[in-house]
């Protein structure tokens, strides 16, 4: 009778250690949904990224103007601008631009010589004097090599 006591003494502590071990994973890593919706939250150190909108054209600081997701196959310059809370000095960025799901080329990485607050961040893409193909684009925007920020946009 102590052999089958001592036997279900052992398996309720292993039961209760695994379910410690179980309770401790649970606790330390929040819930990945929570963190892929909250659009305002970098997910890397170095940046607060705000919105991001695409843009016709530029004006000073970098600052959108022409906002807009559709664009003509003609168009120059299309822009990519991030409102950015603020930028630590020596972070990474750089914009990932796809057409129909696929990656077709990455910006040039920018580093940061010195923290910024309040400012814009700009990339573009250029035609090169081609028409860009008809279709569905979408360009990610990556801080220390972490994606932040999708913004989708059609050429028509």
């Known amino acids: ?3 089958k006591s001592s ?27 929570q963190v892929e919706n909250n659009d305002n939250v970098a997910l890397s150190r170095g940046a607060q990224i705000g919105e991001v909108v695409t843009a016709e054209s530029i004006g000073a600081n970098n600052e959108p103007i022409e906002v807009t997701d559709r664009f003509s196959a003609s168009e120059d310059v299309i ?8 930028i630590e000095s020596g972070a990474t960025l750089f914009a990932r631009w796809s057409r129909e799901g696929q990656p077709f ?8 010589n010195q923290d910024y607050e309040d400012t814009y ?8 004097n081609e028409e ?4 569905d684009y ?7 090599g972490n994606p932040v920020a999708t913004v989708d946009f059609s050429v028509e």
């Open 1 to 3: 009778m102590k052999d």
């Open 138 to 144: 979408s360009v990610q925007l990556f801080v220390n």
């Open 121 to 128: 961040v700009e990339f573009h893409l250029e035609s090169l």
């Open 105 to 112: 080329e990455d910006s040039s990485m920018i580093t940061a």
């Open 132 to 135: 860009m193909e008809e279709g």
């Open 7 to 33: 036997l279900i003494q052992r398996i309720l502590l292993l039961l209760l250690v695994g379910f410690v071990v179980m309770a401790c994973g649970l606790l330390t890593d929040p819930p990945r949904e």
């Open 79 to 86: 822009y990519v601008v991030a409102e950015a809370d603020y």
